[in-house]
């Protein structure tokens, strides 16, 4: 599986756009790049997933560059309730997902 | 439609014991994981199971064993409770078309563990 590298952690004011960044230089052709969240303890909840094209639905946006080496996961308005882990990981099946340290994301108002 | 149910949502072990962490979905889902979390950690991976009858282990399989006798149940076995096994534990769940497929992971709510 390819790996992920992503900052440990980032602010972002209350109303603006929060885009996180991760690098996967190793991603082969067939993986998917997949963003999963986690605020507090609570079981992490899916974002968006990709493989070449960007994607957007009602949570997210997820751009990920022509050679797929690296991608950003953007919250568009960010809001208080959007503080927490977030995870980009890089795989084949949908199952065996490796979670990473991920990005705190801390929203302030 | 429940999703994914995870029973005990808390458990208190003593050092020996063994217990078992169950796991259901109602989605039809063939993939099932199971993942714990430390303090301040990130999630790692158990076992898996890829459908009914067929297991696989993840990066922590040590003192843990799963099996999957239907598409619904994926229990967490702990043979002999030890207090490094004090965790969060997720089960985790997902529709597969094939070995291209991709889609979301479902988790539960987490069975929050203490071994003393």
């Known amino acids: 599986d390819a790996k992920t590298t992503q900052p440990p952690s980032m602010d972002c004011a209350e109303g603006r756009a929060a885009n996180l960044p991760c690098n996967h230089s190793t991603i082969s052709g067939n993986e998917y790049v997949y963003w999963y969240r986690q605020i507090h303890s609570q079981g992490p909840q899916y974002i968006i997933h990709?493989?070449?094209n960007n994607e957007t639905n009602e949570m997210a946006s997820l751009i990920i560059t022509e050679d797929r080496k690296s991608s950003t996961l953007i919250l568009p308005h960010a809001t208080l309730r959007d503080t927490a882990v977030y995870y980009c990981?890089?795989?084949?099946?949908?199952?065996?997902?490796?979670f990473g340290q991920g990005t705190t994301l801390q929203v302030k108002p | 439609n429940a999703g994914v149910t995870q029973t005990p949502k808390f458990q208190v072990l003593k050092t020996g014991q063994s217990m078992t962490l169950q796991c259901a979905q109602d989605m039809n889902h063939e993939y099932m994981s199971w993942y714990r979390q430390d303090p301040g950690m990130g999630l790692r991976l158990i076992h898996y199971?890829?459908?009914?009858?067929?297991?696989d282990q993840g990066e922590v399989p040590n003192g843990y064993n799963v099996s999957r006798s239907t598409t619904e149940d994926f229990p967490l076995r702990l043979l002999s409770a030890a207090p490094s096994q004090t965790s969060v534990y997720f089960c985790?769940?997902?529709?597969?078309?094939?070995?291209?497929?991709?889609?979301?992971?479902?988790f539960g709510e987490g069975s929050r563990l203490t071994v003393l």
């Open positions: 199971s890829v459908g009914a009858g067929i297991t």
């Open positions: 990709g493989l070449k």
């Open positions: 985790a769940s997902s529709y597969s078309s094939g070995e291209l497929a991709a889609g979301e992971l479902f």
């Open positions: 990981i890089v795989r084949l099946y949908p199952g065996k997902l490796i």
